[in-house]
């Protein structure tokens, strides 16, 4: 059974792009979840969606977008970048609610 | 609301018992995880306990809960160079969609 798959695995940008990431969650898991790694703030969610409905969202600025799409696979969107957006975005499947989370292998964004 | 809290650092000697430590603050919690990160990779779902349970075995691993002072464990028996990692507990709240990290304990193998 193939695992959570994020791509692309690295991404550098220039401030001021936008950036595009997508995950493709774990055959009939239907919540996607998104979560930034950065060494100043540790993991921080940035949005879920089920059934292509987001169902919760986290403190980041309307930069940061998402969508889920009916096959479960999922987006999310970086506008304007800034250095600071520099960061590991993990990407977790869950089969449903209260249930476990798979994380993808992430995808690195630099941002210069 | 949700705070999770670990030390950040722990060093033990090859084949001494790891115990890592997490507090939690959200009494609503419903799934207990801990995860295993590996350094340029995601994270590996190494076990997890649910509320309702006081402990959890899984080989070389052992989850003990103590919802009264909410503070969680994670043991590995007989500690090996592959251990070596950085080690998240995270608590996930019934309704909340989202799971709460600690900001993990990175564990030092000792030869």
């Known amino acids: 059974k193939a695992g959570v798959t994020q791509t692309p695995r690295y991404l550098i940008k220039t401030r001021g792009q936008q950036v595009t990431l997508s995950c493709s969650p774990i055959?009939?898991?239907?919540?996607v979840s998104w979560y930034q790694q950065t060494p100043g703030q540790g993991l921080q969610f940035l949005f879920e969606?089920?059934?292509?409905?987001?169902?919760n969202k986290g403190n980041f600025p309307g930069r940061f977008s998402g969508r889920q799409f009916s096959n479960s696979r999922s987006e999310m969107n970086v506008s304007t970048l800034e250095l600071g957006d520099s960061a590991l975005y993990l990407c977790a499947s869950r089969r449903g609610r209260d249930t476990e989370a798979f994380f993808g292998q992430g995808t690195r964004l630099t941002v210069v | 609301g949700e705070d999770v809290e670990q030390s950040l650092f722990l060093s033990v000697r090859e084949g001494d018992s790891s115990v890592i430590n997490c507090t939690y603050t959200d009494s609503s919690s419903t799934y207990l995880y801990w995860y295993k990160q590996e350094p340029g990779a995601g994270l590996q779902l190494l076990t997890y306990?649910?509320?309702?349970?006081d402990m959890k075995q899984d080989q070389r691993l052992t989850v003990l809960l103590n919802k009264k002072d909410k503070h969680l464990s994670l043991r590995i028996a007989d500690t090996q160079t592959g251990d070596s990692a950085i080690y998240f507990c995270?608590?996930?709240?019934?309704?909340?969609?989202?799971?709460?990290f600690g900001t993990g304990t990175r564990l030092t193998i000792i030869p």
């Open positions: 055959s009939g898991h239907r919540s």
């Open positions: 995270a608590e996930d709240v019934f309704g909340n969609e989202k799971l709460t």
């Open positions: 969606y089920f059934s292509e409905t987001q169902r």
């Open positions: 306990i649910f509320s309702n349970m």
